[in-house]
């Protein structure tokens, strides 16, 4: 008896004891938090026909030095991201960045990006600091573009911005963005009213990307006539076969003037990229820019002339990439004004410029 006592208390206590090991349930700990190096820099050589000036045309900041070997951007960055929270700091340098960041307050100048950010829902982001713009299909990397330099459109609207952003995923295809900023590429507010912006981005399949962006607000200095800027950026990108892609590109906008009607500007382009091999692809652009007024671009033609900025132009890069972090990029482009725009080797304008980029840019 006393036996079968003791077996049937050794039994419970053991029973008792794997009861409170932990079970193989499903791991449901949070992801592991993510910490990101990444380095960029873009290496150049431009020529300019037919002046022999160091500097291109002032509408021009990306790759902008001519009849010389420069850097166009270095960056180097860190980003962090878990279940809950991100945020990212990154420095950069450059030709891109003293001529960009010309009107910025020294000490913010050579910050890329510097925010951070949680999750209000499980589908959004909150983020606020300064970030790259929700305008364009182009970015301020050059290796991230079809094309080595950048178009007239994507120079002359914001390269990046500082503000808050709101992120929203509403399906799988389809993310929404709502934006309140400094300005129109504004690290600090120049006069205390806040503009807003609005993306919307639509992936119906696989090959097509559909982007509605816009902009609002009031750009004129504190002690200046108010003049609100109204602005739509819209574009497209098609991948019609796996050698071949596509995208287009149209900008219009609007800005209040005094004593007439509101002046405007559009632009836009189209782009045509061919992958020869893994390592060698082509791209080609056809583009126009036409702006009333000095709005957004001003032109270099004489006092007393009609400030009207009305070009086109046409480009072709050829792209070598021996391995994922290298990209060594030749490039050809042609712009011409309707009007005397450019500057000629002698004394006066000229209506055609033309110049060759040559490029090699690595990335981790």
Same mark, same amino acid.
């Given at each position: ?49 037919? =002046? ?34 991100? =945020? ?108 807003? =912006? ?167």
């Amino acid at each position: 008896m006393k036996l079968q006592l003791l077996c049937c208390l050794t039994y419970l206590f053991a029973a008792s004891a794997v009861a409170q090991v932990p079970s193989a349930a499903p791991d449901t700990a949070a992801p592991t938090p993510s910490i990101t190096w990444y380095g960029f820099a873009d290496a150049y050589h431009g020529y300019d026909f037919p =002046g022999r000036s160091p500097q291109r045309p002032a509408f021009l900041y990306s790759h902008n030095r001519a009849n010389e070997f420069a850097l166009n951007n270095a960056v180097l960055g860190v980003r962090y991201q878990d279940e809950h929270a991100r =945020g990212a700091l990154g420095l950069h340098a450059g030709t891109y960045v003293e001529a960009n960041y010309a009107a910025e307050p020294l000490v913010l100048r050579h910050l890329y990006e510097a925010y951070a950010g949680f999750r209000p829902t499980r589908q959004a982001w909150l983020d606020l600091g300064i970030f790259a713009s929700h305008i364009g299909l182009e970015s301020a990397l050059s290796k991230d573009n079809w094309t080595l330099t950048r178009s007239l459109a994507a120079e002359n609207s914001p390269y990046y911005e500082a503000g808050a952003r709101l992120t929203y995923e509403i399906s799988p295809r389809l993310t929404a963005t709502a934006l309140v900023l400094n300005g129109w590429q504004n690290l600090r507010d120049n006069n205390r009213g806040k503009a807003v =912006g609005t993306q919307l981005q639509w992936k119906p399949t696989g090959k097509l990307v559909l982007n509605s962006s816009t902009f609002f607000g009031n750009e004129q200095p504190q002690d200046s006539a108010r003049r609100r800027r109204y602005f739509h950026d819209f574009y497209l990108t098609y991948a019609a076969s796996p050698r071949l892609s596509l995208a287009a590109l149209l900008d219009l906008g609007a800005q209040q003037a005094p004593g007439r009607r509101a002046d405007v500007w559009h632009t836009g382009y189209a782009l045509a990229r061919y992958q020869f091999t893994k390592q060698v692809a082509a791209t080609a652009r056809a583009e126009y820019y036409r702006a009333a007024h000095g709005i957004i671009i001003q032109t270099t033609r004489p006092t007393g002339f009609e400030n009207f900025f009305r070009v086109a132009g046409a480009s072709l890069n050829l792209d070598y990439a021996p391995t994922s972090h290298v990209t060594a990029r030749l490039e050809g482009r042609v712009l011409r004004g309707k009007d005397p725009l450019f500057a000629k080797k002698e004394n006066g304008l000229t209506r055609t410029y033309g110049n060759v980029t040559s490029s090699v840019a690595v990335s981790f």
